[in-house]
């Protein structure tokens, strides 16, 4: 029964409505008021108060001048999750200093002692788990929220929103205000562009993870719609929060900021219910680094959520979990990072048979036979472009056919490979190469300028990550224009002109 935080959430394309300049850097939580159905919706938030004196702030830290003791010692995340049954275990929490120095320092999770592979370094009970059984407090009704494709994710962060409000009255308090702490950052001090400005979205410019950001923002939107729905389905909400309609207590901005930090520390458990696979773990990320290349995973086993190391530490060292095959365009939606060692990066590639060619009909079965649809998906992969180059050569060759004595040929073949001439190739690595290098130019800076940028110490870490992974996408589809080129360079014949093709297969 492993897990990994690989999660996938998948929404229809709308508009990004970019939250206002005045509240985008500010996390999920640390917004709510404590005892107030209402929120306190001030454009400012101050990141140092006394607790006593501002009873409608959570998350606070004592004024060093008057020697109060300070709110972290008071309250401290391992410390309480040791005394409601965290069983001794091999790791502490450190911390590290934020880019921004308005916001607190984010913590992590480092071994206590020197660790080896196999070694169990933590393991957290159930009771110290929260999963979406748990929220609605009964299993069939979060298998029906989940089957009905309700977003297990929106379930998690009403719930945690309404544990805000009941302030240290709730068992999850500490947990809460480790959640504060981190603003929804990720690794590298980046919150997930979701919760970016216009202007740093701009950032992004030319890669169509904008696109998955705006398909992916309107899903929160509609999750929001849903949140009564979940509410008055929940029998546990309900009865706890029986004043306090979800629309009505929590505007759609708050919402958005709960279900970005908790999408950026919610693990995927394997061999489970459908009510416990997406759960929250005190001491599992975001306080745990994330690693393409890592592959140890949190584990649901008996009553707890064990993590196992997969590799040697140093007492004092930042342990890391894998965080599933992801590219880095969901790695930064998720979880606000980007691994330039990330083995499964890739870009897409879609292909399509033009309807208006008189056969389209023979090309589409012929497609279908051979494993490929009439609208084709291919995957390039990092370090794979050549292969990609390759796969996509078949599917654009039978675009290309317009005898229908050839069309014949192609039918009654068992394989992929269109016969072609000469005339033929040439257009359709022609194609190839005028696609990447459209591709390129969307993009607003080359590659020598995204390293020049990453070369510069006071880069802002939101254009630094969103540097990083143009960079990166923009290196995969130079490889592939390289590729292109190489096979160019090998037909026999340069000088033939490419063949027209009036039904040519379309690629974006």
Known sequence: MEASCSLQVYYQVSSLSPIPSSSR????????????????????????????????????ESSEENGSVSEEREIDLKSWMHANGLPPCKVILKERPSHNFSHKPIHYVAASEDLQAGDVAFSVPNSLVVTLEKVLGNETVAELLASNKLSELACLALYLMYEKKQGKKSFWY???KELDRQRGRGQLAVESPLLWSENELSYLAGSPVLADIEQRAEGIRKEYGELDTVWFMAGSLFQQYPYDIPTEAFPFEIF????VAVQSCVVHLQGVSLA????????GPPLLAYKSTCKAMLT?????VQFVVDRPYKAGEPIVVWCGPQPNSKLLINYGFVDEDNPYDRIVVEAALNTDDPQYQEKRMVAQRNGKLSQQTFQVRVGKEKEAVAEMLPYLRLGYVSDPADMHSVITSQGPVCPVSSCTERAVLDQLLDYFKERLSYYPTTLVEDNYLLADQDLSPRKRVATQLVRMEKKILQTCLQATVDLIDQLPDHIVSPCPAPYAPSLK
Not at 256 to 259: E, S, V, Y
Not at 276 to 283: K, N, T
Not at 300 to 304: E, F, P, T
């Open 25 to 60: 850097f500010l996390t999920s939580l640390s917004r709510i008021s404590i005892n107030s159905p209402k929120f306190n919706l001030t454009s400012s938030f101050k990141n140092r108060c006394s607790v006593s004196r501002s009873p409608d702030i959570l998350v606070a």
């Open 174 to 176: 500490p947990y809460i």
């Open 300 to 304: 649901a086993v008996d009553d707890a």
């Open 256 to 259: 958005k900021q709960a279900f």
């Open 276 to 283: 416990r696979r997406f759960a929250l773990v005190p001491l």
